[in-house]
């Protein structure tokens, strides 16, 4: 489980075919901390270590995975967002996250509000009913608040903290990312009938 509060951004090293597709990521983390084995979130799916070294790290992606996430996007140079796995008694600053990636939303709009960016996100029309003004997503692994539905589209404000402290900053209209619905209005549509 995760938070979607982002604690590092990485950096696609490299990427291998081996069966899977193995990619290995640059981080800040303290990779002695870090076990063969663990979970980290990256840009939204959950993945496991399966290599390790000073500054970096190795997952393995499926072909499921690539064809249900953006990471089929990713190239040597891509900024990824990463969040270890919770702890018992960590803060929870964002919302339960399972980092199991439901869809693809591409950004639409990319608008200045004061120190803000308001990007509008279009997804595919079988998710609306998952999403709710003043309710939370985690687009690329980042908790957010979502301000408007309008359609297959919403928006959400991404502050100036935000923005730098995430991969979000590089962003443009065109762009996909990870999309994973809260897991409270999954389970509220599913007692209600409406999955």
Same mark, same amino acid.
């Given at each position: 489980m995760f938070t979607g509060i982002v604690t590092d951004v990485g950096t696609v090293r490299t990427i291998e075919q081996k069966g899977d597709t193995w990619i290995k990521i640059e981080t800040s983390y303290d990779m002695n901390d870090v076990e063969i084995g663990a979970s980290i979130a990256c840009s939204g799916p959950c993945l496991t270590v399966i290599e390790k070294g000073s500054g970096w790290f190795a997952v393995e992606a499926s072909a499921e995975t690539l064809n249900k996430t953006a990471l089929g996007d990713w190239v040597a140079g891509t900024r990824v967002n990463l969040e270890r796995a919770m702890r018992i008694g960590d803060e929870l600053g964002g919302h339960i996250v399972s980092g199991h990636v439901d869809a693809v939303a591409v950004i639409v709009g990319m608008q200045s509000e004061g120190d803000s960016v308001r990007f509008t996100f279009e997804m595919p029309g079988d998710f609306s009913k998952y999403i709710a003004p003043k309710g939370s =997503?985690?687009?690329?692994?980042?908790?957010?608040? =979502?301000?408007?539905?309008q359609g297959n589209c919403f928006g959400v404000n991404i502050i100036s903290h935000t923005q730098s402290a995430t991969s979000f900053s590089g962003r443009k209209v065109g762009d996909r990312v990870n999309m994973e619905i809260d897991t409270i209005a999954r389970y509220v549509a599913r007692l209600l009938g409406k999955e």
């Open positions: =997503v985690c687009l690329d692994g980042v908790s957010l608040t =979502v301000n408007e539905v």
